[in-house]
């Protein structure tokens, strides 16, 4: 059964740091990207970055190029989200999803972890 555990959100005033983590278990995920999106309410999810898990290979939304950086651990099965310079339209429900190379629609996602940055 695969399982896909976010962590680390909270609250950050603005100009802050945060580090989320996915654990992801009961699957190799190679041929996946693993995906951060995040979701504000009333607000369809949005596409924050990627990460192919053999290559390493990333890929970022225009509104956090430069500001976040994601990163995995094949090892440790764990990918990692290091989001800094924090804006107050960073708030949302952050999730991590596993998607196969070259499909669009996630086949698997966590349960999501909040972030608030304060103004």
């Known amino acids: 059964q695969v399982q896909l555990v976010e962590s680390g959100g909270g609250l950050v005033e603005t100009g802050g740091s945060l580090r989320l983590s996915c654990a992801a278990s009961?699957?190799?995920?190679?041929?996946?990207?693993m995906v951060w999106f995040r979701q504000t309410p009333g607000k369809d999810r949005e596409f924050v970055g990627s990460?192919?898990?053999?290559?390493?290979?990333?890929s970022y939304a225009d509104s956090v190029r430069g500001r976040f950086t994601i990163s995995r651990d094949n090892a440790k099965n764990t990918v990692s989200l290091q989001m800094n310079s924090l804006k107050p339209e960073d708030t949302a429900v952050y999730y991590c999803?596993?998607?196969?190379?070259?499909?669009?629609?996630?086949?698997?996602w966590g349960q999501g972890t909040q972030v608030t940055v304060s103004s």
């Open positions: 999803a596993a998607r196969r190379l070259g499909v669009p629609t996630p086949d698997y």
């Open positions: 009961g699957s190799t995920f190679s041929g996946y990207s």
């Open positions: 990460i192919t898990w053999t290559a390493g290979i990333t």
